[in-house]
Structures are given as C-alpha cells and as structure tokens.
C-alpha cells in the first residue's frame, strides 16, 4: 500500500525550531519529488515547498523561503521540512505530499499533479 | 508570484450538473489539477492533466480548460461530492512553484 505518514508537529514558541518528517512506503521513493503543503485551520490549501527526486533541486513559497529547508534521505524513504523563525501564521496542519510524474518524465507543466498525500501533522505555533 | 481565484461556495441539486472554476494567468501555460477534501481528511486527487483521473475515481468527474480558466465538472452529482474542491498549477513566472486557489465549498441540495 502506497503510504506517507507525517510526524514531528508539536506545540512550539514563536521564532522556535522544528523539524517535520514523512516516512514513505509502498513506491520507489527515489522516484518522485516531493512536497510539503500546509492548511491553517479554516483555511485553504497553501503550497509550501517541492524537492527534486535526487534532492538536487529545492523550491519554496515566498512566506516560507530563508526560514524552512526541505530535505530527503532516499537511504531512508524519508522526506524532512525544517522550520525557523517560526511565526503565529505557520500554524497549520502540515502535509507531505508524492508528486505524480517520476523523475525521467518532463511534464513541462502539462501533467503536475500530488497523487498521495499523508493525513497531515499539526504545527501550533504559540506564546 | 501567481494567484488562482475560485468562487468560495457553489451549490447543485442532487443528480445534476456542477461546473466548478478556477482563473488565473498561470493557466493560460500550464494545466491545472483538482483536489476534492471532506471534513477531516487528507485531499484526494481527482483531475489532472489535460482531463486525467486517476484510479478509482468516478467517470462523473471532468476536466477542461480554456485561456486563462481550468472548470472541473461534475456529471449527476452525487450527495458524497459535497465538499471542498481545489485547483492548482505552477505559478506563472515559468519556474517549479506551485500556487493553489482559495477553494469552492460545494454543496449538493
């Protein structure tokens, strides 16, 4: 069975620290980017950061870019978010999600898609 | 950056048709894909590509798109589709990112 499952969400203090991981299982990790997408409670869906199969390459959203770092270990089909700076509109539940295409098609923006998404990790940033 | 805009609530009889639509610059380059989430869950994929569903996905869902607009259209909808529907794409500015609308809460009467 195809699965991700995020850990790692926790209660933290304005400007802390905190590191999310999702743990992948049932595809070829190493295979497929990567994503984190987040939902503030109430609120809709918001991208948050992509990384590459091999790790290579890394994007992010402009409220997130200089304060998180996506990560991978392919050894360990495991995908990382780390979080600074933390701030009261971080709060959200946090997603990782399989993006569809492997990493030998070039959907070129015609063929994008998340097919997997785990059941999310809850990050609560407050005083 | 881009933005997508997404009517926030749209409403459809039992058994009959819903076109569901998303705008926004980004599309008039790249396709956009359509996630459907119910309270408490995780979203699920259910359109992408030109007009894609994956497996397991009922054939009443559709795609399509025209300049700047992506609709996602439910065939004789069903009182289980009633929930939040959500596009996204690349953003326009022809790099990786990646940019979802504000949602449609759809509700089936």
């Known amino acids: 069975e195809v699965q991700l499952v995020e850990s790692g969400g926790v209660v933290v203090q304005p400007g802390g620290s905190l590191r999310l991981s999702c743990a992948a299982s049932?595809?070829?990790?190493?295979?497929?980017?990567m994503h984190w997408v987040r939902q503030a409670p109430g609120k809709g869906l918001e991208w948050v950061s992509l990384i590459s199969w091999d790790g290579g390459s890394t994007y992010y959203a402009d409220s997130v870019k200089g304060r998180f770092t996506i990560s991978r270990d392919n050894s360990k089909n495991s995908l990382y978010l780390q979080m600074n700076s933390l701030r009261a509109e971080d709060t959200a539940l946090y997603y990782c999600?399989?993006?569809?295409?492997?990493?030998?098609?070039?959907?070129?923006?015609?063929?994008?898609?998340?097919?997997?998404w785990g059941q999310g990790t809850m990050v609560t940033v407050s005083s | 950056s881009s933005e997508l805009t997404q009517d926030p609530a749209v409403s459809v009889a039992l058994g009959q048709t819903v076109r569901i639509t998303c705008q926004g610059d980004?599309?008039?380059?790249?396709?956009a894909s359509w996630y459907q989430q119910k309270p408490g869950q995780a979203p699920v994929l259910v359109i992408y590509g030109k007009n894609n569903r994956p497996s397991g996905i009922p054939d009443r869902f559709s795609g399509s798109s025209s300049g700047n607009t992506a609709s996602l259209t439910i065939t004789g909808a069903q009182a289980e589709d009633e929930a939040d529907y959500y596009c996204n794409s690349r953003d326009s500015s022809g790099n990786h990112l990646r940019v979802f609308g504000g949602g449609t809460k759809l509700t089936v009467l």
């Open positions: 049932g595809f070829t990790f190493d295979d497929y980017a």
């Open positions: 980004s599309l008039r380059s790249y396709y």
């Open positions: 999600a399989k993006d569809i295409n492997p990493y030998y098609y070039d959907s070129s923006g015609f063929h994008d898609a998340f097919d997997i």
